[in-house]
């Protein structure tokens, strides 16, 4: 069964720093493509950081500059590594996974809390 676990969140001040992961298993496969996204109280889920096949990468314009998605391979795990953290970027981040599989099917955590204070 797949599983997708998030972790890593956390309070930390404003200009603070920290790396969420999203650790991946029970499948044979890679991962093909993921993303992270986050979603505030009243607020919809938005695109934060994704990468797809070809190993290209976007970023949300709030967070450019600031954070960073990268995938250790041989862990099947997503990092999304978040600098200059802002109190705006409090939220529940989510990570979203598809395995060369070729199913076409997201797989989503529970989600890991960041908190920001000023």
């Known amino acids: 069964q797949v599983q997708v676990v998030e972790s890593g969140g956390g309070l930390v001040q404003a200009g603070g720093s920290l790396r969420l992961s999203c650790a991946a298993s029970g499948s044979s496969f890679s991962i093909y493509s993921a993303g992270w996204y986050r979603q505030a109280p009243g607020k919809q889920r938005e695109l934060v950081a994704d990468f797809t096949s070809n190993r290209r990468t976007n970023v949300a314009a709030s967070v450019k500059g600031r954070f960073t998605i990268s995938r250790d391979n041989a862990k099947n795990t997503v990092y999304l590594q978040m600098n200059s953290l802002k109190p705006e970027d409090t939220a529940n981040y989510y990570c979203?996974?598809?395995?060369?599989?070729?199913?076409?099917?997201?797989?989503w955590g529970r989600g890991t809390q960041v908190t920001v204070s000023t």
């Open positions: 979203n996974v598809y395995f060369a599989d070729g199913l076409n099917r997201g797989y």
